[in-house]
Each structure stands twice: as structure tokens, then as C-alpha cells.
């Protein structure tokens, strides 16, 4: 079992970029696909925790609905990211207690360091 995790959409080009920057490299991971298997608001702000980040920091602004949220509300973002996955950016790379936002995929080198 790896230790690092990727939450992912499996169609994402940001998340192929990055799983073929994970391969060059030779590192092992563990992929989760929160489009089929979704998040809670709880696992959704605990990642973000690891990561440093706001609900608002990962909202998908193109996708239709975003612009309508309250982004100073970080309840009702995080309710509205876990009732609607395809509103949460990707990927969010996982390694112990700290994650990241790998966008770009380089990113992801933070947590290997």
C-alpha cells in the first residue's frame, strides 16, 4: 500500500498529467475516484485541512452553480462540494498529514521532499 493518496477524476487531464509525473518517477500511489465514491463535507475539510486550504480555494468556478455560492461561508461550501463532486478541484494529493492541490501536477513534489 502506497502512502500516497490521489483524489481524483479519472477523465481529468491535470490528474493524467500527474499520474504520468508519478510513474517517471517511480512512485507508487493510491488512487480514489470521488466522482463515483464521494466525498462527505467531513473527509472533504479534513483534506483540506492537511492542505492549507479554505472550501473556497477549491471550487471549480466554470462548473454551473459555483458562481452562485456564498464563498465566505465555509459550511454551505463545503455542503455544496460534497452534494456536488464535480465542483471540487482535482487532484488533492494526500501524504500523511499534509496534502496538496496538484494543480500543476509539479505540485505534488512538495510532499515528497
Given at each position: ?23 517517471e518517477n517511480?512512485i ?5 475516484n470521488?466522482?463515483t ?18 472550501p473556497?480555494?477549491?471550487?471549480r ?22 452534494a ?7 487532484p ?8 496538496v492541490l496538484a494543480?500543476p501536477p509539479?505540485r505534488?513534489?512538495?510532499l515528497?521532499r
Open positions: 500500500m502506497s502512502d500516497l493518496t490521489v483524489y481524483e477524476k479519472p477523465t481529468c487531464t491535470t490528474c493524467k498529467s500527474l499520474f504520468k509525473l508519478l510513474g517511480g507508487d500511489f493510491e488512487r480514489v470521488y466522482i465514491d464521494p466525498l462527505s463535507a467531513e473527509q472533504i475539510q479534513e483534506l483540506l485541512g492537511k492542505a492549507g486550504l479554505r473556497r480555494d477549491v471550487v468556478m466554470r462548473e454551473p452553480g459555483a458562481r452562485e455560492l456564498n464563498l465566505d461561508d465555509d459550511a454551505a461550501v463545503l455542503a455544496a462540494l460534497a456536488d463532486p464535480t465542483l471540487l478541484q482535482r488533492i494529493v494526500v501524504r500523511g498529514d499534509r496534502a494543480r509539479e505534488v513534489l512538495e515528497l
